[in-house]
């Protein structure tokens, strides 16, 4: 049915009307036709616009008097329903902006069909009638063609961020998966994140360096005065509980113990005992030489199953002068193996090309 466009009231609350869409949408339509009619109610001697924004203004842009529509015969939260359903469908929204929509859905959904809300959904299903009813999630789902997962993950985002934190999220293009832990978070602790976004650091790095100074934090709050043991490290490591870093460089392949054979021996001993140490939530650094027996060795050592050998780290360290004469090497480098648990981060890869603060070191 073909309407005047003067007849046309464009209500608030539809999506913003993109310039370049009208601009593409007015050049197709100009060579091929309007292939999509607009979608309208009536009111009164006019109608109200439900769906088809960018077709309308593109039409008007090429100087049309009439557009062909679909006159709905809905009016209230149903036109609002079908107008966000065929906008969801043809429309590329951003995740947070699609949020938004699917929010609104949920309310207008809900509010027309109260038994799909959740608390009265559950009790209808154990009144055997859960198959009459469709979810607001699985309808909307089937709607606009996604999983219900997606719908749910989504209406999560738009309710816990604002809307400023939502601009933040599209300006700096935020994975979806970011922007849901960052609603997962706290409100004290959003804010924070949020600001940090938006001076440009990924939420990576943010949690990298969260995880950093709550590591500094822990070792502030050790006794500052450290215990000394002399006498037989293994004994000693076997009786104390576990922690969260272990740091530890046992002897090269020149200097094995009294009582092992080789450094073989000593590894298959003394580094599963010393990683039992360690918490799922930990991680440790372990110094080994660099000579390729010993380096064999410890990476054939069986370890604790919820430990894993993530990274090989390398230390180059020079020998301070004057102690060492020019005959002798002024550089030398030590391998370290970095095991972390299964609920550990993964280490914080930027700091290895840093130079550590102490004199003539490296770790790459």
């Not at 949408?25 to 109200?48: H, W």
């Not at 999220?169 to 959003?190: F, G, H, Q, S």
């Not at 002798?328 to 840093?354: C, F, K, M, V």
């Amino acid at each position: 049915m073909r309407i005047k466009i003067s007849d046309i009231i464009v209500p608030d609350g539809l999506p913003a009307v993109k310039n370049a869409t009208v601009v593409n949408l007015a050049g197709s339509i100009k060579t091929i036709g309007l292939i999509q009619p607009i979608t309208v109610r009536r009111d009164g001697n006019g109608y109200v616009l439900i769906a088809g924004a960018h077709r309308l203004a593109a039409c008007m842009s090429l100087g049309w008097d009439e557009i062909e529509s679909t006159v709905l015969d809905v009016d209230g939260l149903k036109a609002e329903l079908v107008g966000i359903d065929e906008n969801l469908i043809r429309n590329e929204f951003h995740y947070t902006e699609r949020g938004d929509y699917l929010k609104r859905r949920k309310e207008i959904y809900e509010e027309l069909y109260p038994e799909t809300k959740a608390g009265i959904a559950g009790g209808k299903a154990r009144q055997k009638s859960a198959s009459e009813i469709i979810s607001f999630a699985g309808d909307a789902a089937a709607k606009i063609g996604v999983s219900t997962r997606t719908v749910e993950q989504e209406i999560q985002i738009s309710e816990k961020l604002t809307p400023e934190e939502k601009a933040v999220v599209r300006e700096r293009d935020l994975p979806k998966k970011d922007a849901l832990k960052i609603a997962r978070m706290k409100p004290e602790e959003r804010k924070p994140t949020v600001e940090k976004i938006a001076e440009g650091k990924s939420l990576k790095q943010i949690e990298i360096e969260a995880a950093r100074q709550k590591s500094i934090a822990q070792v502030v709050s050790l006794p500052t005065k450290p215990t000394l043991h002399i006498g037989c490290g293994i004994k000693w490591i076997a009786q104390q509980p576990q922690c969260d870093l272990l740091f530890t460089d046992p002897p090269f392949s020149t200097h094995v113990p009294d009582g092992y054979a080789d450094i073989e021996e000593f590894a298959n001993h003394w580094l599963p005992i010393a990683l039992s140490k360690v918490k799922s939530t930990g991680c440790a650094y372990v110094f080994v030489g660099a000579y390729p027996p010993e380096v064999t060795a410890y990476m054939n050592v069986k370890i604790p199953d919820y430990l894993v050998l993530t990274d090989m780290l390398v230390w180059c360290y020079g020998n301070v002068p004057p102690t060492c004469s020019k005959t002798h090497y002024r550089r030398n480098g030590q391998l370290i193996l970095y095991y972390r648990g299964e609920g550990a981060p993964p280490l914080d890869s930027s700091l290895t090309t840093e130079t550590l603060p102490s004199p003539n070191c490296e770790i790459f």
